[in-house]
């Protein structure tokens, strides 16, 4: 089992963290003792077309924390059933949000002048994009709303290759001028618990894993003027499997005879934890800790 996280540890983390000028701010420890039937408090299900393409999303048999680690699995099913959105499927996956302001069990606005860090480790299976990505609070049709992806991992072929992507109004990917701005890096492996995390500023957001950045945007770079990550509402964190059955698409189809005997791929979370610099100037974190 997972040891909580240590005193001394919150302590150096609260007072030095990440370097010169970075405060811990919140964090989400999955320790077992905050769930609900094995589901981590402070997440909601993450509903939608998107998430629901060729997989139903189904939170109570996908979604559960054990012995610290919070898992988002993928199952194939014996039977047909209808993904909500009427299309027959035959697999079931997580898909899950950071709890919303009016939820009671809201941890976190996540939004410029952080930092974002999130221990995570996946499966080696084709025909599924694991993602950690952030969407807006505000109700502004997508792309103009902004959405950011701390990490894309589209296994057409399993590889590990890292990817970071923004998309706005102008830079999104089936844009008319302009794909969103983007950067691949590799990954030793991805299987194995690797720390993706980002440094989000008013003018500029680095990505990166473990101790290297392989991404950084500035405001008005290559004439970019899209800046909708200053919105004052924030964004909400995402943890989803993009599961496909389409060899056409980004991240290929999969193929369940390659999935652990009895069992479904999973992606797995060991934290997530949130920093702010001296310049933050967004809300108190709320009174709710999960660490």
Not at 147 to 166: C, G, M, Q, S
Not at 173 to 197: F, H, Q, R
Not at 234 to 259: C, E, Q
Not at 274 to 288: H, Q, T
């Amino acid at each position: 089992m997972k040891p909580s996280f240590p005193l001394l540890a919150l302590a150096c983390l609260l007072c030095c963290s990440c370097g010169s000028g970075w405060k811990l701010y919140t964090a989400h420890e999955f320790n077992d003792s905050d769930t609900r039937n094995g589901f981590p408090l402070g997440f909601e299900e993450q509903k939608g077309g998107t998430v629901n393409r060729d997989a139903k999303v189904d939170v109570d048999r996908c979604v559960f924390v054990k012995d610290g680690i919070l898992h988002i699995k993928a199952y194939h099913l014996d039977t047909l059933i209808d993904n909500g959105y009427g299309k027959q499927v035959e697999y079931i996956q997580g898909a899950i949000r950071s709890a919303s302001k009016d939820n009671p069990e809201f941890w976190c606005t996540f939004t410029e002048n952080m930092r974002i860090e999130v221990r995570a480790r996946r499966d080696a299976v084709t025909g599924i994009n694991d993602a950690i990505w952030f969407m807006p609070n505000a109700k502004i049709k997508w792309p103009a709303g902004g959405e950011i992806d701390l990490l894309e991992n589209p296994k057409k072929k399993v590889n590990n290759r890292a990817h970071f992507t923004l998309h706005s109004e102008n830079y999104h990917t089936g844009g008319d001028k302009n794909n969103s701005v983007s950067a691949i890096t590799k990954v030793e492996d991805m299987s194995d618990w690797n720390t993706y995390w980002m440094e989000w500023y008013p003018d500029k957001i680095i990505g990166g894993v473990n101790d290297t950045a392989y991404f950084e945007h500035h405001y008005g770079d290559a004439g970019n003027t899209d800046w909708p990550w200053s919105n004052p509402e924030g964004f909400y964190l995402i943890l989803s499997r993009g599961l496909s059955t389409d060899p056409n698409r980004w991240m290929g189809a999969v193929d369940p005879s390659t999935w652990p005997a009895g069992d479904g791929p999973s992606m797995d979370i060991d934290w997530i934890r949130v920093y702010k610099n001296r310049k933050y100037k967004g809300a108190k974190a709320p009174k709710v800790k999960y660490y």
